[in-house]
């Protein structure tokens, strides 16, 4: 059984960066998976932010593309998110997920870090 | 690309049957079978319930169902149990590497 677990090195000021790093355990993250970055403001819904496969390729959302970086260490079995700028609206429970491939779902989920974007 | 939409809320008594409808376009829902959806508890993270349309994960109760028509894909929970009350939200692939969300439904179960 697959478990993610996101950790970061938490506060983060305005036109800051924005850094997370997914650990991945109970799997390797060099399978035909892509994993992904969700994120929730807090009070609202979830926001596919973009995704990462083991050999460097990746998909961005459009709206986030131009702040958003994911990147991934295979020999540390994790992968990252790097967002800047960051203003107050990235303010949000950030959620790393495994996406099955051909069915295209979310099927495992981290618990999520509360990243406050503040000065 | 724009969030699926969802009624905001959703209610029902315990054992009555809950819809929640989610509104895509011919882009997103209407394009692909990749609709799923999930469940989340306050202070939790989501959870999957209905994967392609229609399909369940091993370990979901068979009274969560889930259907498409054109852009709008539904969930039924039959049979509603006070653990059901959470919020809901769906997704779909949206094509060009994209997935979207929607807006969530807050289940309240009388």
């Known amino acids: 059984q697959v478990q993610l677990q996101e950790s970061g090195p938490g506060p983060v000021k305005p036109s800051g960066t924005l850094s997370l790093t997914c650990t991945v355990s109970g799997g390797s993250i060099s399978t035909s998976n892509w994993w992904s970055w969700v994120r929730q403001p807090p009070g609202k819904g979830l926001e596919w932010i973009g995704e990462?496969?083991?050999?460097?390729?990746?998909n961005y959302n459009p709206s986030l593309k131009s702040r958003v970086t994911i990147s991934v260490d295979k020999s540390g079995n994790h992968f990252s998110l790097f967002l800047s700028p960051v203003t107050a609206a990235d303010t949000a429970v950030y959620y790393c997920?495994?996406?099955?491939?051909?069915?295209?779902?979310?099927?495992?989920w981290g618990q999520g870090t509360l990243v406050t974007v503040s000065s | 690309q724009s969030a699926l939409t969802q009624p905001p809320s959703a209610s029902g008594s315990l054992g009555q049957l809950v819809m929640i409808s989610c509104t895509g376009t011919s882009s997103d829902i209407g394009a692909y079978k990749y609709v799923s959806w999930y469940q989340q508890h306050p202070g939790k993270a989501p959870k999957l319930l209905i994967y392609?349309?229609?399909k369940r994960p091993s370990g979901v109760p068979d009274r969560f169902s889930g259907s498409k028509f054109g852009n709008t894909a539904s969930l039924i929970v039959s049979g509603l149990q006070a653990e059901d009350e959470a919020d809901y939200y769906c997704?779909?692939?949206?094509?060009?590497?994209?997935?979207?969300f929607g807006t969530g439904t807050k289940v309240t179960v009388l």
């Open positions: 392609e349309v229609d």
């Open positions: 997920a495994r996406v099955i491939p051909g069915s295209l779902y979310f099927d495992s």
């Open positions: 997704s779909s692939y949206a094509g060009n590497n994209n997935y979207v």
């Open positions: 990462i496969y083991h050999s460097g390729s990746t």
